[in-house]
């Protein structure tokens, strides 16, 4: 399974984005999806879930009320809406799959070692 994050880039506070993560390879509508990130200095940390039908999420508290993960899984992709975007969010994005489809408790969730294949990452820089 390869997966592709795109759509990272410069914006102002206040601005939104919209991630994209394409997968290639394996069975991407059985699989959770899940956006992770990582600030210079910093360890990766879990933004947000999807389980493999849509049908339950998880959002970390810094993140809740801005941003919304959703799939297309007839496209292979996973979406990351940014808005109200603050500085702080300035990181580089991540977006990976774990095969098990169903998203567990929110402290599983959000373990990178839930998670079996990542993308390369995408950066998003919010200036102030």
């Known amino acids: 399974v390869q997966l592709q994050a795109s759509g990272g880039g410069l914006v102002q506070a206040g601005g939104s984005l919209r991630l994209s993560c394409t997968a290639s390879g394996g069975t991407f509508s059985s699989y959770a999806m899940g956006w992770f990130r990582q600030a210079p200095g910093k360890e990766r940390e879990f933004v947000t879930a999807?389980?493999?039908?849509?049908?339950?999420?998880y959002y970390a508290d810094s993140v809740k009320g801005r941003f919304t993960i959703s799939r297309d899984n007839a496209k292979n992709t996973v979406y990351l809406q940014m808005n109200s975007l603050k500085p702080e969010d300035t990181a580089v994005y991540y977006c990976?799959?774990?095969?098990?489809?169903?998203?567990?408790?929110?402290?599983?969730?959000?373990?990178?070692?839930?998670?079996?294949?990542w993308g390369q990452g995408t950066l998003v820089t919010v200036s102030s």
């Open positions: 990976a799959a774990d095969t098990y489809g169903v998203l567990g408790t929110s402290a599983q969730t959000s373990n990178v070692d839930e998670y079996d294949y």
């Open positions: 999807i389980s493999w039908n849509g049908g339950r999420r």
